[in-house]
């Protein structure tokens, strides 16, 4: 019995760790691409970005904060505040429930 326990502890705590380094990877991702919408005034050509870019572009168009026109993309600065609000309570309310769980898990296991 204590060898299945043991084991469903581990696996738990891997899908919490892959869980938060997926969602850190997301929000490193939109930060690098709306850095570079900075750095060119609120542009970019989406012939010029790579793959990784061009999904999170996608995304962010989806979301409202990036429009797209003629193979370029614009940002939204209204928008784009109202994102960074949602990005902070995501990636906080993420961490928050990261944190039960490993709490939870670690009390399952010392009981």
Known sequence: MLAG????TAV????????CIAFAKRIERERRLLRKLRENDGKVSF????????????SLRAAGVLRADRGRGYIH????QAFKQKRIRFALS??????????AVAVILLR
């Open 12 to 19: 738990v705590l891997i899908l919490i760790a892959l869980t």
């Open 5 to 8: 326990r043991g084991f469903f």
């Open 77 to 80: 600065p209204d928008a784009l």
């Open 47 to 58: 012939a010029d970005l790579t793959d990784d870019e061009r999904d999170t572009a996608e």
């Open 94 to 103: 993420g961490a928050l429930v990261a944190l039960v769980l490993a709490i």
